[in-house]
Antibody, heavy 125, light 110 residues
Framework: QVQLQQWGAGLLKPSETLSLTCAVY????????WSWIRQPPGKGLEWIGE???????NYNPSLKSRVTISVDTSKNQFSLKLSSVTAADTAVYYC???????????????????WGQGTLVTVSS | QSVLTQPPSASGTPGQRVTISCSGS????????VNWYQQLPGTAPKLLIY???QRPSGVPDRFSGSKSGNTASLTISGLQAEDEADYYC???????????FGGGTKLTVL
């Protein structure tokens, strides 16, 4: 059974860098895309970006200038860094696995089938 | 403002059939597959429908999905109290080169 377990600092001050890590247990790490998604309190889902095991990334254009997603295949982990945070970045952050029925995962044809438990990150002075 | 448009709310009584729409454009729904997620209060989203109309193992066949042109729909037949949740559609957007979500629909079982 695939499990995604995530962790990171839950309280940040404005201008600091958000840092979260997601570990994958119980399944293959290669052959998938690994995503970060966030959800501000009481609001909808916003995709942040994704990475595959080779380090190929796709980012939300609205966040691209502040986002870095990296991967550590030796630990089956991937990480999110979001710089210069403000109160608008306060949200529950989720990691998720992008899968497909095809042999090769093509992001445009993929779906998020396993999710982490979520981490509430609050930005406040 | 979400790229995909969903009604903010929907409701029905137990046993009824409810349909939630998701409207997009040729760069997302019109050219790529649509997925639906269910989010129960206080929990992470769960994959409900993928590739327009496929159900993951364990999802009841009361849930079905369809797509026509730039619009997708999620239908819940035989509504149950446990279906009360937020529902999100999602697709890849070729213009943005990224995933986009609908704003979510809060389903209330009366």
């Amino acid at each position: 059974q695939v499990q995604l377990q995530q962790w990171g600092a839950g309280l940040l001050k404005p201008s600091e860098t958000l840092s979260l890590t997601c570990a994958v247990y119980g399944g293959s790490f290669s052959g998938y895309y690994w995503s970060w998604i966030r959800q501000p309190p009481g609001k909808g889902l916003e995709w942040i970006g994704e990475i595959n095991h080779s380090g190929s990334t796709n980012y939300n254009p609205s966040l691209k200038s502040r986002v870095t997603i990296s991967v550590d295949t030796s630990k089956n982990q991937f990480s999110l860094k979001l710089s210069s945070v403000t109160a608008a970045d306060t949200a529950v952050y989720y990691c998720a696995r992008g899968s497909t029925d095809h042999i090769v995962v093509v992001p445009a044809a993929s779906y998020l089938d396993y999710w982490g438990q979520g981490t509430l990150v609050t930005v406040s002075s | 403002q979400s790229v995909l448009t969903q009604p903010p709310s929907a409701s029905g009584t137990p046993g009824q059939r409810v349909t939630i729409s998701c409207s997009g454009s040729s760069s997302n729904i019109g050219s790529n597959t649509v997925n639906w997620y269910q989010q129960l209060p206080g929990t992470a989203p769960k994959l409900l429908i993928y590739s327009n109309n496929q159900r993951p193992s364990g999802v009841p066949d009361r849930f079905s999905g369809s797509k026509s042109g730039n619009t997708a729909s999620l239908t819940i037949s035989g509504l149950q109290a446990e279906d009360e949740a937020d529902y999100y559609c999602a697709a890849w957007d070729d213009s943005l080169n990224g995933r986009v979500f609908g704003g979510g629909t809060k389903l209330t079982v009366l």
